[in-house]
């Protein structure tokens, strides 16, 4: 196909006999993206490929993109690294507070949404992204960007969900399944982040994909609905989850059914 393509200037089907030729007396630029191997440099990785594809050996010119490679820190990646930041810094369990009816001003304003933050600059966002990015995306522009468009949907949902911008850390006891339960919401943030981060690593680790019963894979669920407020749980093998995973989810109000 590529032999045809680029030295022929022509291909065609041979089920439809549908064809296509490059027309003539234009200017073409065809970019063909080469993801990098498992424990492969991204010359070595260009190298196999060549040997796959030799045709592609002969044309154009190879340009290695290294997983050191800056992102383009645009407004998705801002959103991201400003969440990340909170949670480094323990901040992501940031309050809203009406004291006396007058808002408590703090971080960002009253209400907590982090976006209204002041932009990072570059170096600070690819030092957040360095610590964060599971290992197995960092080598991969594709998985590079999977992990900020995975991250950038759950930061939004955050920054516009009413239990996350008005959480007072309130405590009050809740009945269920006859049984009393103390809800506290002080960590709904750090909780939610830690889960949210945990999902994009398992969702693209290899080795994880190929067989979902090695971990108790769980993963937030969220309504959109009246704005958004409310979100559970699925999870994998529930027995199975460590204690204080359950006793965190328990106590922002996700209850953990057992199995037994």
């Not at 080598?139 to 930061?155: A, E, P, S, V």
Request: glycine share 8%; net charge negative; proline share 6%.
């Amino acid at each position: 196909f590529f032999f045809d393509l680029f030295v022929l200037g022509y291909v065609e089907d041979t089920v439809t006999g549908y064809s296509f030729r490059l027309p003539g007396g234009l200017s073409w630029a065809i970019y063909i993206e080469v993801p990098s191997r498992n424990n492969m440099s991204p010359e070595e990785s260009l190298d196999e490929f060549y040997e796959e594809i030799p045709a592609l050996g002969l044309l154009g010119t190879p340009h290695p993109i290294y997983a050191s490679t800056p992102y383009v820190v645009d407004k998705d990646v801002q959103l991201v690294c400003k969440y990340l930041k909170e949670y480094k810094a323990k901040g992501i369990d940031k309050l809203y507070r009406d004291v006396g009816g007058f808002l408590k001003k703090g971080r960002g304003g009253p209400l907590v949404k982090f976006s209204l933050n002041a932009d990072l600059s570059d170096s600070e966002c690819y030092e957040l992204l360095e610590q964060y990015t599971p290992e197995h995306m960092k080598h991969n522009k594709t998985t590079q960007q999977l992990f900020i468009k995975y991250m950038k949907r759950r930061c939004e949902f955050l920054d516009n969900c009413p239990g996350f911008n008005y959480n007072t850390g309130s405590s009050d006891y809740v009945t269920d399944g006859g049984q009393k339960r103390l809800n506290d919401t002080k960590e709904l943030g750090s909780t939610l982040m830690r889960t949210m981060l945990n999902e994009v690593s398992d969702y693209s680790d290899p080795i994880i994909r190929e067989n979902w019963s090695l971990k108790p894979h769980h993963q937030l669920v969220y309504d959109f609905k009246d704005g958004g407020s409310s979100f559970g749980l699925m999870t994998l093998h529930p027995d199975q989850l460590p204690s204080e995973d359950v006793a965190r989810f328990e106590r922002i109000g996700i209850p953990i059914p057992s199995m037994m």
